[in-house]
């Protein structure tokens, strides 16, 4: 079955950085596109980011485009979110995701920007 699993998550004091993984399996990785979403809480979960199955095409919400950086090793079955400039605001739980027949969800990993 498709499992997902995030980590890197974590306390951050804001203008840091983190970098967060999610390996895949179950699945072929390499065919499929990756994304990046978060949740705040009380409140559905948004895409912050998504990449192409070779990486040539990346996408990013407004809020972080500049900041964030999705890419992905085929190889490893691992796809990636460097975070640079975190802010407060971006204090959430991060999932990644892939849609094969519906979407797929990791556990998720906790970030918070607090000084």
């Known amino acids: 079955q498709v499992q997902l699993v995030e980590s890197g998550g974590g306390l951050v004091q804001p203008g840091g950085s983190l970098t967060l993984s999610c390996a895949g399996s179950?699945?072929?990785?390499?065919?499929?596109?990756m994304s990046w979403y978060r949740q705040f809480p009380g409140k559905e979960r948004e895409r912050v980011a998504a990449?192409?199955?070779?990486?040539?095409?990346?996408i990013y919400d407004d809020s972080v485009r500049g900041r964030f950086s999705i890419s992905r090793d085929n190889d490893k079955s691992t796809v990636y979110l460097q975070m640079n400039s975190l802010k407060p605001e971006d204090t959430a739980v991060y999932y990644c995701?892939?849609?094969?027949?519906?979407?797929?969800w990791g556990q998720g990993t906790q970030v918070t920007v607090s000084s």
């Open positions: 179950g699945f072929a990785f390499g065919l499929r596109a």
């Open positions: 995701s892939v849609f094969i027949t519906n979407r797929h």
């Open positions: 990449i192409t199955t070779d990486g040539g095409t990346t």
